[in-house]
């Protein structure tokens, strides 16, 4: 008796925990733009850019996200980005920025599954793109929050 009244208590403050800390927020489509990140390397364009997130809402939860990074320029970081006039000049710039466009999907894919923003992980290699997703999730759900 005194284990099942301690596993409902148990629950009921989980439950309560949770929910003390959720933002409500309303269904809809929501988009946002990190800033500019500059490299501060001298003569140096690798990694400029910035990121644009694109956030569904349903039933009030995080159900859909695309994260995608641009150059200054507007130019979309894809499968041609890390090459130099079509080309693969230096392969590993050419891997390392592959790999940090790979993390954009990642990130996207562990905003929905987990539901919060606090509970994406960074990936090795990719942290200027996990702080431009940061800061442009955290901008669309602001837009987002049921006020």
Same mark, same amino acid.
């Not at 309303?26 to 501060?40: L, R």
């Given at each position: 008796?005194?284990?099942?009244?301690?596993?409902?208590?148990?629950?009921?403050?989980?439950?309560?925990?949770?929910?003390?800390?959720?933002?409500?927020y309303n269904d809809g489509?929501? =988009?946002?733009?990190?800033?500019?990140?500059?490299? %501060?390397?001298? %003569?140096?364009?690798?990694?400029?850019?910035?990121?644009?997130?694109?956030?569904?809402?349903?039933?009030? *939860?995080?159900?859909?996200? =695309? #994260?995608?990074t641009y150059e200054i320029?507007? *130019?979309?970081?894809?499968?041609?980005?890390?090459?130099?006039?079509?080309?693969?000049? +230096?392969? %590993? #710039?050419? +891997?390392?920025?592959?790999?940090?466009?790979?993390?954009?999907?990642?990130?996207?894919?562990?905003?929905?599954? *987990?539901?919060?923003?606090?509970?994406? %992980?960074?990936?090795?290699?990719?942290?200027?793109?996990?702080?431009? #997703?940061?800061?442009?999730? +955290?901008?669309?759900?602001?837009?987002?929050e049921a006020k």
């Amino acid at each position: 008796m005194k284990k099942s009244v301690l596993i409902i208590i148990s629950s009921l403050l989980a439950v309560m925990a949770v929910g003390c800390g959720e933002k409500s927020y309303n269904d809809g489509n929501y =988009t946002a733009q990190s800033s500019e990140y500059i490299n %501060d390397e001298e %003569d140096s364009t690798a990694g400029n850019g910035y990121g644009v997130v694109e956030i569904s809402i349903s039933g009030g *939860k995080i159900s859909g996200c =695309t #994260f995608q990074t641009y150059e200054i320029g507007g *130019k979309l970081k894809d499968e041609e980005y890390g090459k130099e006039n079509g080309e693969i000049a +230096n392969r %590993d #710039f050419y +891997n390392k920025a592959q790999k940090a466009r790979a993390a954009c999907d990642k990130y996207a894919q562990q905003l929905v599954s *987990k539901g919060d923003i606090k509970e994406v %992980d960074a990936i090795s290699g990719a942290t200027v793109n996990y702080n431009e #997703f940061v800061e442009a999730v +955290n901008l669309a759900l602001k837009d987002a929050e049921a006020k």
